[in-house]
């Protein structure tokens, strides 16, 4: 049973930062691709970033270009999504999500979702 459990959530000012972790214990080998989507009160899922664990190349969506940067600790089947310069609109839920089944990360397809963590970004 895999499991990804997100940590690193918080209430910041905008501006601030907040670094996001996300932790997957189980089946490894998992990470053909792990990505953060976030989702915020009456709005669509939105995928935030992505990394293919082999190459370590990474994707992210065009609003956190920048901003965001998502890395990862094989060692520690951890991934990370550092988050510097944070907005009001970067409040949301966001989730980790692991091993994509889609052709590409962007359209939500994975296996493996944790729980979620909360970023709130007050003005």
């Known amino acids: 049973q895999v499991q990804l459990v997100e940590s690193g959530g918080g209430s910041v000012q905008a501006g601030g930062s907040l670094n996001l972790s996300c932790a997957a214990s189980?089946?490894?080998?998992?990470?053909?691709?792990m990505a953060w989507f976030r989702q915020a009160p009456g709005k669509e899922r939105e995928g935030v970033a992505a990394?293919?664990?082999?190459?370590?190349?990474?994707y992210y969506a065009d609003s956190v270009k920048g901003r965001f940067t998502i890395s990862q600790d094989n060692s520690k089947n951890t991934v990370y999504l550092q988050m510097n310069n944070l907005k009001p609109e970067d409040t949301a839920m966001y989730y980790c999500?692991?091993?994509?089944?889609?052709?590409?990360?962007?359209?939500?397809?994975?296996?493996?979702w944790g729980q979620g963590t909360q970023v709130t970004v007050s003005s």
């Open positions: 189980g089946y490894t080998d998992i990470s053909n691709c």
């Open positions: 990394i293919y664990s082999a190459t370590g190349v990474t």
């Open positions: 999500a692991a091993d994509r089944r889609g052709a590409s990360w962007r359209d939500g397809n994975f296996g493996y």
